[in-house]
């Protein structure tokens, strides 16, 4: 991990998130056009950058990473889910959001151009299994989660689990992998353009997603600061910890200490949203953590580049 490109690539993420915020100050974005563009990245660019990863010859080594990567990210979090337990317990304050918002990370808008900047597809490749598991955990205990917080009795969707169109996404590239199938140049060039916006289109997203957040209003909420130290801080190091006392592949856990440094999900207040929950509040989580990330993020990766 080039610590010189980390920093690098982190002041070019909130740049952007800047020009987010000054088009959603001056009415270029609205708060539905944004919400146009989060659909727009979770619909064709995210996936696309995915599928563009797999898009090489069929490598053993690679397959492996990729087994391991899910399991390892499942057993991360696993222990998130834990610590979330025992700090937020049920019946307290909007519990299920902030266990939601500790246990979830941005590891789809913000970890996937870091992954991009930093180790390129190979980088893209290993972190993408993480997405699918935290979508299959979202889909699963989240929904419990916040159905029964609301009292708003729901079972398991298996068809967004297995539909949603990260996981298809990842089958997609999955099969062009194990196949080597090369796609045709019209096809690979549409996948490749598509891929090329995640960057800067979910950045702007961001940016506009903190404008329309009440800064003030969190700054005077002491449980932000729990949940933000939680999310950005507990959960990372104790991962540092887990994964450094394995004998794994340090590439796939570098890969994974980036995607579990994260802020919060946007994912937690959208599912708190359909689930009835109080997204207002992770959404504010969400900004307030993602602003705190800028220091975080830093400061939690050098560590872990100075203990391998």
Request: charged share 10%; aromatic share 10%; net charge positive.
């Amino acid at each position: 991990m080039d610590i010189s490109i980390l920093y690098t690539q982190i002041v070019i993420m909130f740049l952007l998130m800047g020009v987010g915020a000054i088009c959603y100050r001056r009415g270029i974005v609205t708060e539905e056009g944004s919400g146009q563009m989060s659909t727009l990245i979770m619909t064709f660019v995210a996936p696309c950058v995915i599928i563009h990863s797999f898009c090489r010859s069929f490598d053993p080594a690679m397959l492996n990473k990729l087994i391991l990567s899910f399991g390892l990210s499942v057993l991360l979090l696993a222990v998130s889910i834990a610590l979330a337990t025992l700090v937020f317990r049920k019946g307290s304050a909007d519990y299920a959001d902030k266990r939601l918002c500790v246990i979830f990370s941005n590891n789809g808008f913000m970890a996937l151009p870091l992954l991009q900047a930093l180790y390129g597809d190979d980088g893209v490749f290993i972190g993408s299994i993480n997405i699918v598991a935290t979508n299959i955990l979202i889909w699963t205990y989240g929904v419990w989660l916040l159905s029964r917080a609301s009292g708003r009795a729901s079972g398991v969707n298996w068809r967004k689990i297995v539909l949603n169109p990260g996981t298809i996404g990842f089958f997609i590239g999955l099969a062009i992998f194990l196949t080597s199938f090369q796609l045709p140049e019209i096809l690979g060039s549409t996948v490749s353009f598509l891929a090329d916006l995640n960057t800067p289109l979910a950045m702007i997203v961001l940016g506009v997603y903190l404008a329309q957040s009440n800064l003030r209003e969190s700054l005077r909420d002491r449980s932000m600061y729990l949940v933000a130290l939680f999310r950005l801080a507990a959960i990372p190091l104790l991962g540092i910890a887990l994964l450094l006392l394995l004998p794994f592949d340090r590439s796939v856990c570098s890969v994974l200490i980036i995607s579990i440094s994260m802020p919060c999900a946007v994912a937690s207040s959208m599912f708190a949203q359909m689930y009835g929950t109080n997204y207002r509040y992770s959404s504010r989580i969400i900004a307030f953590s993602t602003l705190l990330s800028a220091a975080t993020m830093p400061l939690v990766l050098s560590l872990y580049q100075m203990l391998v």
